[in-house]
């Protein structure tokens, strides 16, 4: 079984929707899938659920013992459930003690929960922005995470915090854990268009990651934002739209360990066009 957090301390670079897509995307690719909403907020729940998410959840499994499996909700589509964050999860998580400590032993709850889990090929755990005790758990728990990138001016800022974290996060899992380092398993560069910043950081994040970057990126499409008001991953509302096939090449890369296996471009010059004309209009520029 593999694990991995989608994580950013940046807020909106699409951490939620990747959850979503790429869950959907691993489903399809006949991977038993468990996408666990680690945000109070429930974003990731609320793409597949969107008349709300029941209100048991991670939370009831950190505080009451229940198994992930005990509170994983199936979806309509095969292999793949959903654990909802639960009603209690953000008091639950300030309750995880503080952010560096590892005081009783409550920052490895999520561990051993992850670690009872079986049936599953993959868990993707969605993270929230803020740097809580619980998010600083999941980091302990899981084998990797998958940085989504959002190529706006202050994006390699947020994520070099991130970096810090994952290194003494790394220590700590070295000396008080089998669990040996926290590796990147995967840059995805999310909201891309055609603008000369979208590029210009594409550039300056492939050549800070290098082959950890996913040759192809997401492109900003109001298309995402459509199908999550539908409760629907974009990767089956609109199945041949580019941000669904970038979210199934994403998966391909996550399956294939090495960040798709071809070496990053090193120049704005040699970095590709988004696939069509619909699909990198961008939102924000329209706004
Ligand atoms: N490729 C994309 N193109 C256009 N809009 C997108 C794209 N990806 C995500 N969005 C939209 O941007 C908003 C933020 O995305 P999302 O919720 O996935 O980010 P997040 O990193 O999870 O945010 P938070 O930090 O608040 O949890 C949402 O409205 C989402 O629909
Ligand atoms: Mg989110």
Redesign the pocket.
Known sequence: MRSVAIT?A???????????NMAAALAELDRRTLLIDA?P?G??ALGYFPRGTPAVGLADALLEGARLEEVAVATEYPGLEVVPPGDRLGACSDQMGSVQGLGQGREFRIRRLLKGLSGYDVVLV????VLTPLNVAILYAVADILI?I?PCVAALAGVRALEDLVRSVSEFRIEFTDAGPLAIAGVLI???DRTLVSKQIEAEVRNYFGELVYPRV????????EA?ARGTPLVHYDRFSA?AVAYRAAADAYLGGSGGGRSAPSGPEEIEEPESDEDSFD?REAS
């Open positions: 950013n940046k807020g909106g670079v699409g951490k939620s929707t990747t959850a979503i945000d907020s974003n990731a969605d993270t929230s922005p989504p959002d999310t909201r891309a997401v492109p900003a499409s109001v298309k995402f934002r999550y941000g939102y």
